[in-house]
């Protein structure tokens, strides 16, 4: 038996965040370059987000390439970029049919010209997708995220199109990149690492977290779903006390 049967279809997560680290341990334990453990790792974006679909969940994110990444040796940054062109390519009808939609989030100016072209396109093609939206976090950290809201929150203030008073948490909000997206409910790190390298710190502030030692070339559909039964044990209390959250659920 799967564990999606176990699964409790009335308290899934409806956005799960997951942090794919371990590509390149994956590839040294092998004794192979680190470009085959990103490889073996489209493998499994291929498996989670299926099972993702499959389990009824409405949003899945994923942490592709982080600002900080850009700093890794340059043979690698490229190599991570002609995978992400093969990947969208080899993808996106796929994606089609299946009805997930692309969104990316994150500094795409920064990306080459044919990297950008082809997301532009992929994002174009799956836009009716109406099952899974898939975000790629790419080219993104959640301090750059929160640097450029702060910039377009003072340019409008400045300009006259947004009043200091009317600034909450709402409207800070509406300036990230996040803005059509509900917080996710489940944030899981493969790798072992338990660190949030600077992703989706506002977004996270009332998610819980799940860390595996799996590296993400070995994450499946049996992991996901170990990890969404995981977090339906937990109560979210949001300050509250049980006592609350119980009456709430009557
Ligand atoms: C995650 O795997 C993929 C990216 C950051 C692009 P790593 O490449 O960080 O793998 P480890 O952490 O070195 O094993
Ligand atoms: C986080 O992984 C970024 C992605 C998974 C894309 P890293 O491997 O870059 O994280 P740190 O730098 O070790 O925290
Ligand atoms: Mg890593």
Redesign the pocket.
Known sequence: MSLIDKLDHNRLPAHIAI???GNGRWAKARGLDRGEGHKEGVEAIRRVAEAASRASVQYLTL????T??WRRPSEEVNGLMDLMVYALTRETAALKKNGVRIVCIGNVDRLPGHVRETLQECIHETAGGERLTLVI?LSYSSKWELTEAARKISRDVKAGTLREEEINEEILSQYLTTRDLPDPDLLIRT?G?Q?I?N?LLWQCAYTEFYFTETFWPDFNEEELYKAILNYQKRERRYGMISEQIESDQK
């Open positions: 942090i794919m680290d942490y592709a390439f982080s900080e990444n976090a790798g690492e660190r390298s992703f």
